[in-house]
């Protein structure tokens, strides 16, 4: 019963990812709409400096796989983001072989809300000096759970961890982030 109304919306027409498996265009405009600032966010959060390209292959692999998704509309953000995640290490991966570049353009930060929020308080290159001292896993945390606006089950799923791991990197990133303002390694 559960997957029957996870398949079908409010009216007894299919939810977006049913119409979108057929192909539905307005389906697959709906899921890009919802998901491209928080996907893109998410990974210029993490030092990503083609984000836009990148977001561009997660949702082509979101395309190419949609068919083999199980599970509800809530999960599948998640699915998204795991994607993401997936892309975020592989082009961190590629990056480390890559001999550095002079002078590269700052990634615009997109994400929501809690981004142009964020944005009152510090510029971006702010941001991503305070991002750019935590380690990967502690970054993942806060980009999934801030620019991504997952749940912290969600973003458990996404990095593979438990729920408790996640809450401790968050917790120390956040304190990281804080003793960093504090002791003026990164001013505001």
């Known amino acids: 019963m559960v997957q029957l109304r996870d398949r ?29 600032g928080p996907v893109t966010g ?10 836009e390209d990148i977001a561009g292959e997660v949702f082509l692999q979101v ?9 509800t509309e809530s999960s599948f953000r998640s699915w998204v983001f795991v994607i993401a ?16 570049t002079a002078d590269h353009e700052m990634p615009e930060l997109a994400g929501g809300d809690v981004e142009a929020e964020a944005m ?3 510029d971006a290159d702010q941001v991503i000096q305070l991002l750019d001292r935590l380690s990967d896993d502690q970054r993942d945390v806060i980009a999934l759970r801030v620019i991504g606006d997952l749940s912290l089950e969600e973003t458990a799923a996404v990095m593979g961890k ?13 304190r990281a982030m804080r003793d960093d303002l504090e002791h003026g390694e990164v001013t505001l």
């Open 63 to 71: 395309a190419r796989d949609i068919h083999k998704f199980e599970g």
């Open 162 to 174: 438990t729920v408790g791991a996640v809450k401790a990197l968050q917790h120390r990133a956040i």
């Open 120 to 122: 009152e308080l510090v």
């Open 42 to 51: 998410y990974l210029a959060g993490l030092g990503v400096t083609d984000a």
């Open 8 to 36: 079908v919306g409010l009216l007894g027409r299919p939810n977006r990812i049913e119409r979108a498996r057929r192909g539905d265009e307005a389906a697959w405009g709906e899921i890009y709409r919802d998901l491209a």
């Open 85 to 100: 995640h997936r892309r975020a290490i592989d082009w961190r991966r590629a990056a480390q072989r890559r001999p550095p």
